[in-house]
């Protein structure tokens, strides 16, 4: 079955390891057998690699890209992984993450990559909140009953 890949102007994308940029107009691309490829918006840079969910995407996405390397960057999964399970208590997350374990064993990296964004947003919304922070309105409740 083919891929097709429809390309904004200047978009960059990676086939098999090779960098590869689009014209200055949007095209569409149909690649006709399997190849490993990631657009530029689904690829990591190192110095983004700053939270504990990308810690963990960051070695499945090289894998990916070299394949003839991904026993190295395993280790590195697999460590990234136990951390991130062992701080979690949360049951939705914790099976993402063997569903994530389980596609990564089986070298099904590209799935791993898509399921791995979820814990992207799952990660969002847990560091956003502030315990002990009430919302304006509720301090200025809380000053009113303490007067």
Same mark, same amino acid.
């Given at each position: 079955?083919?891929? !097709?890949?429809?390309?904004?102007?200047?978009? !960059?994308?990676?086939?098999?390891?090779?960098?590869?940029?689009?014209?200055?107009?949007?095209?569409?691309?149909?690649?006709?057998? !399997?190849?490993?490829? =990631?657009?530029?918006?689904?690829?990591?840079?190192?110095?983004?690699?700053?939270?504990?969910?990308?810690?963990?995407? %960051?070695?499945?996405?090289?894998?990916?890209?070299?394949?003839?390397?991904?026993?190295?960057?395993?280790?590195? %999964?697999?460590?990234?992984?136990?951390? %991130?399970?062992?701080?979690?208590?949360?049951?939705?997350? =914790?099976?993402?993450?063997? $569903?994530?374990?389980?596609?990564?064993?089986?070298?099904?990296?590209?799935?791993?990559?898509?399921?791995?964004?979820? =814990?992207?947003? %799952?990660?969002?919304? =847990?560091?956003?909140?502030?315990?002990?922070?009430?919302? $304006?309105?509720?301090?200025?409740?809380?000053?009113?009953?303490?007067?």
């Amino acid at each position: 079955m083919a891929l !097709k890949l429809s390309l904004k102007p200047g978009e !960059k994308f990676v086939v098999n390891g090779a960098v590869i940029a689009n014209g200055d107009r949007r095209s569409a691309l149909v690649i006709q057998n !399997k190849v490993s490829i =990631l657009r530029e918006r689904d690829i990591l840079a190192e110095e983004d690699v700053n939270t504990p969910a990308r810690r963990i995407y %960051f070695p499945i996405m090289l894998s990916y890209l070299d394949p003839d390397n991904a026993s190295k960057y395993y280790e590195e %999964f697999i460590k990234r992984m136990m951390e %991130f399970m062992n701080s979690m208590t949360n049951q939705a997350a =914790l099976t993402l993450c063997v $569903e994530i374990s389980a596609l990564v064993m089986n070298r099904n990296y590209y799935r791993a990559l898509t399921l791995c964004r979820k =814990l992207f947003d %799952f990660e969002e919304e =847990l560091l956003s909140y502030v315990p002990g922070r009430l919302p $304006e309105d509720a301090e200025s409740v809380g000053n009113a009953a303490a007067d």
